[in-house]
């Protein structure tokens, strides 16, 4: 009875023996892996952005993986589009480990997140966030979108550049940082240009639903250009209101359009001939464009927009920057934050949304816009 006692109580401790081996042996290939984590609009009004941003980075990371050499885990938390949610969705990030970060897929919510990674000394580099106040101030966070003034300034350039309109009405949200910055640098530039603003109006996140004050007095102007810098759900209604109306001008809008297409419930014929700059085109011939377009497609059974571009884009320059700085995910995320801020204020970097990308030490990026109109349905190149 002895002797059984001991095999029993042998047997038991060998178990756990090698139960404690294969833990660690578990651990040792998690730490293999560098941690990458964002937040943006999974669910709720403004889910197109954070869902195609999500699944744009998802296939980098997938096709990075398969190489075989620098792995990564991604994890998106849902923040719907709001600047406290969006620190509560940034800490479980923390917790669960995260070294670099995708930001926030959104101003508002990036603006409130990238205090939380610059006070973390965590690497950020936001697909989409374009508000100056998301990287004022703080040397680790980064943009691959335009900035605002660079969307308002080049707008502004391109239509007077192409003559798309001789007196131009602006409608913009004067509660939201994104359009209002757009707005700010759209108007500067216009000054200088000699582009004739006749009508400005403005709305509120509250004040959304009906635009018929804007529209008249745009109407009323003359304007046969509006220039929307705002995102894709109030300029459908635009549309819609203006149609109803009999007001038909020309529509320029900024990256926030794009969108608008998959809205649910939105007659797609509303948009057509709406223009907007944008870095990004689906129907590019470019093999790279091609072939992220068919996965994408296959995956998710739609066309990807320039969220999930700039996104796909993200991930492959937080790889080149790990390859070229030698990051191992043994690397504290602050020792991982001071090489990617040398790397990308030094790199170049080509991905779907531009060549020879280079950024500055306020972290805006430096690429070039294409200027898109929409056409039976699709985006097509003005250029």
């Known amino acids: 009875m002895k002797k059984m006692k001991k095999v029993v109580c042998f047997g038991l401790i060998s178990a756990m023996m090698l139960s404690a081996f294969a833990g660690c042996g578990k651990k040792d290939s998690a730490s293999e892996v560098i941690i990458i984590g964002g937040t943006g609009p999974l669910t709720g009004g403004a889910a197109v952005y954070g869902n195609a941003a999500k699944r744009g980075a998802e296939i980098a990371v997938e096709e990075i ?203 797609t014929s509303l948009a057509e001939g709406v223009m907007l700059l944008t870095p990004f085109s689906a129907d590019a011939s470019d093999e790279k464009t091609v072939n992220f377009v068919k996965k994408y497609n296959e995956k998710f059974g739609e066309t990807p927009n320039q969220f999930a571009a700039d996104a796909y884009d993200c991930v492959y320059a937080i790889y080149q920057a790990c390859k070229n700085g030698k990051v191992t995910a043994s690397m504290s995320a602050e020792d991982i934050c001071d090489i990617m801020i040398a790397q990308f204020t030094t790199m170049k970097f080509d991905g779907l949304t531009g060549n020879g990308m280079t950024w500055g030490a306020n972290g805006e990026v430096t690429k070039s816009p294409k200027g898109m109109v929409i056409e039976n349905g699709v985006y097509v190149g003005l250029d």
Not at 105 to 133: H, K, N
Not at 186 to 202: H, P, Q, R, W, Y
Request: proline share 2%; with cysteine.
């Open 65 to 267: 993986n398969a190489l075989g050499d620098i792995q990564f885990e991604l994890k998106y938390e849902d923040d719907t589009h709001d600047a406290e949610k969006a620190v509560n969705a940034y800490n479980a990030l923390k917790d669960w480990g995260v070294q670099i970060s995708l930001g926030s897929v959104t101003s508002s919510p990036c603006v409130a997140t990238s205090a939380e990674t610059f006070a973390d000394r965590i690497f950020a580099l936001t697909p989409s966030a374009s508000a100056t106040d998301v990287t004022a101030d703080k040397d680790n966070m980064f943009q691959m979108c335009f900035s605002d003034p660079n969307q308002g300034s080049a707008s502004a350039q391109y239509i007077s550049d192409k003559k798309l309109g001789t007196k131009v009405a602006i409608i913009y949200k004067n509660d939201d940082v994104y359009s209002t910055g757009i707005y700010d640098t759209f108007m500067n530039k216009a000054k200088e240009l000699g582009i004739d603003v006749v009508s400005t109006t403005t709305f509120t996140t509250d004040s959304q639903t009906d635009f018929s004050v804007q529209l008249n007095d745009a109407k009323n102007a003359g304007a046969d250009l509006v220039f929307l810098p705002m995102y894709y759900e109030a300029a459908a209604l635009i549309l819609a209101q203006a149609k109803s109306m009999s007001y038909a001008p020309k529509f320029f809008g900024v990256d926030g359009m794009d969108g608008i297409l998959t809205l649910e419930g939105f007659d």
